[in-house]
C-alpha cells in the first residue's frame, strides 16, 4: 500500500519519492539531518544500534541493520531523531502549519484522520484491557479512543528499532517515542499512553507491569516448548527417495525461489538470505537448525502422481507455502522440432504448436490450446492434470510419436 503510494507519487511529480519528500517536507520543516539510508546514517556522529534478545536469556546481541528497501521505501525507510520528528509532529498537531508556514494542506491531514477499516477490541476482549476502544485504519493513520480521548498514532518496525508517534488532535499534545531492541517494542505503546495519562492529570494505568508479566510469561513458555520440540517424530522412517532427487529450485509466485542443495549427504536450504543444512526429520520432513535470530524452517517435500518430488511446502507468515519445483529449461530448437500433427487411435488430428517464448502446446480441433508444461526429459504435462503425462517418442533423432499416459492406460499418437 505504501509502496505503491510512493510509485504514485513519482508518477505524477516525476521525481524519485525520495527527492519529492525531501522538497516538500523535510525542508520546510528543518528535518535536515533526516535521512533513507543506513550509509547516510552511518555518516552521523550519533547513531542507533539494533540489538536483540537472545531467546532463553536475558542477554542482548547485536544484530545486522536492515537495509534492504528497494521499492518499498514509502513504507518507512526514513531515519530520524527525537528533535527533526518533532517538527513533524508538530505540524501534524497544526493543520500543517510549522513555523506559521502552510507545509502540509490541511485538507489532507484531515482526510487521514477519516476512519476507513474498523479493527477489533482485541486487547479487551482478549485480556480486559479496555483503555483503547473502537480502532480503525485510516491513509496511513490509525485513530482509537484512549480513555474517552480521540488519539492519532501510526508505528513502525524494524529488526532492532521500533517507533511512534502519537497526538491527540483535540487535546493539542503528542508523544514520540523510538525504541531499541525487539523485547522493547511494547514499550512505545506504554510509554505513549502513560505520558498521556501524566498531562491530562489522570490516574496512570499500570501498562508497564502488564506488558512485563506478559513478556516473561511468553519467553518462560517459548523456552520450555523449544525443550520439546521433536516430540512429534516419527522413529525409524526413511526418506521417500535418494537425497539428490529432493535439490533443486522451487518457486512460488508470491515469495520467490527455494533453492534446496545437496553436499555430501546434507541437503541444504537457501531462501533469499537464509543459508542453514537440513536434517532429516522423518518421512518426507526436513528440518533446518533452530537459529537463535531465524528460528527454524521446516520443509515438507511431496511428490507428483508419477512419484517425483516437485512441491516443498512452509509455514511462512499466516499460512502454508507450497514452492513448486521449476520445470527444465529445453533449447528452443528441441521444443521446436516436437511441433507438428498427431493421430489419435480414433483419427483424430490434432497439433503441438511451438511458439517463441511461449512453449508447446497442444490444440485439438474446436479446443482453446492447452499449455504442455516441462516435467522432465521429453515429458510434459498440462496446468489441469498432473496424472496425465505427454511423452514425445524419439527415434534416431526424429519424432515419431506422442505417448499420452494416465492412471487408466496409455495411448500412442503417431506424427502425422
Not at 493539542?172 to 492529570?201: F, W
Not at 533443486?248 to 546434507?266: P, R, V
Request: hydrophobic share 35%; charged share 20%; aromatic share 12%.
Amino acid at each position: 500500500m505504501f509502496a505503491a503510494a510512493g510509485q504514485v507519487i513519482e508518477m505524477k511529480s516525476g521525481k524519485r519519492w525520495e527527492d519529492f519528500v525531501r522538497e516538500r517536507i523535510f525542508t520546510p520543516l528543518g528535518m535536515s539531518t533526516t535521512c533513507y539510508t543506513i550509509a547516510d546514517m552511518l555518516k552521523q556522529p550519533d547513531y542507533g544500534v539494533p540489538f536483540r534478545e537472545k531467546r532463553d536469556s536475558f542477554e542482548l546481541y547485536k544484530i545486522p541493520y536492515y537495509e534492504d528497501t528497494e521499492g518499498v521505501a514509502p513504507a518507512g525507510a526514513i531515519i530520524s531523531n527525537i528533535d527533526e520528528l518533532s517538527h513533524w509532529l508538530i505540524a501534524l498537531m497544526n493543520e500543517g502549519k510549522y513555523n506559521g508556514k502552510q507545509v502540509l494542506p490541511a485538507s489532507v491531514l484531515k482526510a487521514t484522520l477519516q476512519p476507513a477499516i474498523a479493527l477489533p477490541n482485541a486487547a479487551g476482549e482478549a485480556l480486559g484491557y479496555w483503555e483503547v476502544l473502537n480502532s480503525a485504519y485510516g491513509m496511513g493513520r490509525q485513530t482509537a479512543s484512549y480513555r474517552g480521548k480521540l488519539l492519532a498514532f501510526h508505528g513502525g518496525d524494524l529488526p532492532g528499532f521500533h517507533s511512534q508517534i502519537s497526538f491527540m488532535p483535540n487535546d493539542k499534545i503528542g508523544v514520540i517515542v523510538l525504541v531499541q531492541t525487539d523485547h522493547s517494542a511494547p514499550l512505545y505503546n506504554i510509554i505513549s499512553y502513560n505520558v498521556y495519562e501524566r498531562l491530562l492529570g489522570m490516574d496512570q494505568t499500570p501498562w508497564s507491569q502488564r506488558q512485563l508479566q506478559q513478556r516473561l510469561a511468553n519467553k518462560k513458555a517459548a523456552t520450555e516448548s523449544r525443550t520439546k520440540a521433536g516430540a512429534d517424530r516419527v522413529a525409524n522412517t526413511k526418506p521417500s527417495h535418494a537425497l539428490g532427487d529432493y535439490a533443486g529450485e522451487y518457486e512460488n509466485s508470491a515469495y520467490g525461489i527455494l533453492k534446496i542443495g545437496l553436499q555430501g549427504d546434507q541437503l541444504q536450504f537457501g531462501f533469499h538470505d537464509f543459508h542453514f543444512p537440513m536434517s532429516h526429520f522423518h518421512y518426507d520432513r526436513f528440518d533446518t537448525p533452530d537459529d537463535e535470530e531465524y528460528g527454524k524452517f521446516s520443509v515438507n517435500f511431496r511428490t507428483n502422481p508419477q512419484g517425483d518430488v516437485d512441491q516443498a511446502v512452509i509455514s511462512l507468515d499466516q499460512a502454508e507455502v507450497v514452492f513448486t519445483r521449476k520445470p527444465e529449461t529445453l533449447d528452443p530448437k528441441v521444443l521446436e522440432k516436437l511441433a507438428g500433427t498427431y493421430l489419435t487411435p480414433s483419427k483424430v488430428k490434432f497439433e503441438v504448436v511451438y511458439q517463441p517464448g511461449a512453449g508447446l502446446a497442444l490444440v485439438f480441433p474446436g479446443g482453446p490450446p492447452q499449455k504442455l508444461i516441462p516435467v522432465k526429459g521429453l515429458q510434459f504435462r498440462t496446468a489441469q492434470f498432473a496424472d496425465i503425462i505427454f511423452e514425445f517418442v524419439t527415434e534416431n533423432g526424429q519424432v515419431k510419436a506422442v505417448k499420452r499416459r494416465d492412471p487408466s492406460g496409455e495411448f500412442i499418437y503417431p506424427r502425422q
